[in-house]
């Protein structure tokens, strides 16, 4: 069979790249490629309800007590301001709830344009803004962002202390100042049941300790229930794109199912469901469990409930109003005589998913850091890459040394596939005029180019293999680069202040193309023009693709290019000039 390696090579590597690109997609939460895309959330139904008062439809027995809000004095709501040295909150008085969340040493990217930045030459950058801070959690009704971590009580025997019921705070300090943690106290009484919320905020730690005190200040015994609930809208992140897409939903973690990510549409369409059917919302995830963590995760950050463990919980998502989700554990505190006292400790992780923080905050919470279907993979290779960072202090440079290594780990498989790729090249001419001789006769044809490659001992696959035994490596470092918010931001010389974001000036993907160019230029020509043509295509049609990846991954690939060409050029002056073939 006449196989021309070449053209099985950049088969290969084109439908990789096809492949992984779709892979991605699904696994973020997004449409296939191959599927037609859902049609997009409407803004401008977000708009019409406000979320922190339409979600008390998402928890039993918050619906009665908006409903009995009515029938008593209006309340003066407050937003009190806890700022520490990493983050800055803002709790509404009003149910106790987290309506916003500012991390202080982390700025939202704004991606910088081709040739000129944002309103340059090609007018192509996505909605940042360099000097602000990034945002989790909010309310904003203008581009429909609900956001909100909201925590309370219900019971069967009525209306309980809930995030919509008042709260009043009890004095104290609002910042962190030369203290190592500051705390805020909300309470509030309602159906006989006190609840005292407690929010203690530490000095460098993305950790908020949520405490809630359940007093029973009735004569009859009550049998609350505990819920935590992250509400978020079903919006796409700002900047969404094909080529730069992210997942941004609900996930959760138990020790039986492990690691589970959900979809907003899915959610929409359960709703949907349970609305046409008249039955519960189908709850396609784990249930009940003693332990994990429910989340909102997002590209590079997460927030995340931790509840007391040990503790049975129920584990519940819903739709909370148009186009707004919810995702709640539910913890009942058993039966509470009167006069009697129930506490339960809860932690709320709202911050950056670096891979530290994360181990210590909860078991499980690393998986955020969705590597795909090559975690395995993944995972130690960014701890090799995090050391060698901690010897360089520079993610660019970490980057070529690490790319280094891999071509030394890698040297034999690569240059098996060049040395066999460069006696390819030696018997070019004879296989050309086994092609002219038998060109009417194609079985003949296949038949002498396989006696030729077995007398000139050429494996015809050889110059694919390595680059086959390599593409999990290079796809596990994609979804490490994508993957890790420490590289977020990170800058390495001149240009390029961002190794997480597409180069600017596309400088790296024009190198690529170079480089690409050279290497097609040292292997053998295809026989047929077409292919050749399509050989010498094929670096400039992957060099535009990579105008949309992030620069640290395009800076593999050329550093790794580079390393190739020197050792291809090496390997090919060894074997010598083919001679001219006989006839």
Request: glycine content about 8%; charged content about 15%; some cysteine.
């Amino acid at each position: 069979m006449d196989i021309n390696k070449r053209t099985i090579l950049w088969i290969v590597f084109a439908v990789s790249l096809v492949v992984l690109w779709n892979n991605w997609q699904v696994s973020t939460g997004h449409p296939s490629m191959f599927a037609p895309a859902p049609p997009a959330a409407k803004v401008a139904e977000a708009k019409k309800a406000d979320a922190s008062a339409s979600a008390a439809a998402a928890v039993p027995g918050a619906a009665a007590a908006v409903a009995g809000a009515t029938d008593v004095a209006p309340f003066k709501a407050e937003r009190i301001t806890i700022t520490t040295d990493v983050v800055r909150a803002d709790i509404d008085t009003q149910g106790g709830v987290i309506k916003r969340l500012e991390l202080l040493k982390f700025k939202e990217n704004g991606h910088p344009g081709w040739f000129g930045g944002c309103g340059g030459l090609f007018k192509w950058c996505e909605p940042g803004d360099n000097t602000k801070n990034v945002v989790l959690f909010d309310v904003d009704a203008g581009i429909g962002k609900t956001y909100l971590a909201q925590t309370g009580l219900y019971g069967p025997s009525g209306a309980l202390p809930n995030h919509t019921s008042p709260f009043v705070a009890k004095p104290g300090p609002r910042m962190l100042d030369n203290g190592n943690q500051v705390q805020l106290v909300l309470e509030s009484e309602e159906g006989g049941v006190k609840l005292t919320k407690t929010f203690t905020f530490k000095r460098n730690d993305y950790v908020i300790d949520v405490r809630h005190d359940v007093t029973n200040v009735g004569a009859a015994p009550v049998t609350p229930t505990l819920y935590l609930q992250l509400a978020h809208d079903g919006n796409k992140p700002a900047g969404d794109s094909f080529f730069n897409s992210s997942y941004t939903g609900p996930t959760l973690y138990t020790e039986e199912k492990h690691y589970e990510k959900l979809k907003f549409d899915t959610l929409e369409k359960e709703a949907a469901e349970a609305a046409k059917t008249g039955k519960p919302m189908v709850q396609d995830h784990a249930v009940k469990a003693d332990n994990g963590w429910i989340a909102i995760s997002q590209h590079f950050f997460v927030s995340a409930f931790i509840p007391q463990p040990k503790l049975t919980h129920e584990i519940e998502t819903s739709k909370i109003a148009s186009n707004v989700y919810g995702i709640a554990v539910k913890q009942p505190l058993g039966t509470i005589a009167p006069g009697a006292t129930v506490s339960n400790d809860a932690k709320l992780f709202s911050g950056p998913q670096e891979a530290k923080l994360l181990d210590e905050t909860a078991p499980g919470l690393i998986l955020v850091r969705d590597y795909g279907f090559l975690a395995m993979i993944a995972k130690p290779m960014f701890a090799v890459i995090n050391y060698i960072h901690s010897l360089l202090g520079n993610w660019g440079w970490t980057i070529i040394v690490f790319t280094i290594l891999i071509k030394l780990l890698f040297f034999p498989l690569s240059a098996a596939g060049y040395r066999s790729m460069a006696k390819v090249k030696l018997v070019t001419p004879k296989m050309q005029a086994i092609r002219e001789r038998y060109k009417g006769d194609p079985a003949k044809m296949n038949q002498a180019t396989m006696e030729l490659y077995k007398a000139e001992k050429i494996n015809p696959l050889g110059g694919c293999l390595p680059i086959l035994v390599q593409m999990p490596v290079f796809i596990s470092l994609y979804y490490v680069l994508q993957s890790a918010v420490e590289i977020r931001g990170a800058p390495w010389i001149g240009w390029i202040t961002d190794l997480a974001q597409h180069d600017p000036y596309a400088i790296l993907p024009v190198l690529y193309a170079i480089s690409m160019f050279i290497t097609t230029k040292l292997n053998p020509a295809p026989a047929d023009p077409m292919q050749a043509k399509m050989m010498l295509f094929m670096p400039l049609a992957f060099s535009v693709m990579f105008f949309f990846f992030p620069s640290g991954l395009v800076l593999y690939w050329v550093v790794n290019n580079v390393l190739s060409i020197a050792q291809q050029y090496v390997i090919s002056k060894k074997f010598g000039t083919p001679a001219p073939a006989k006839a």
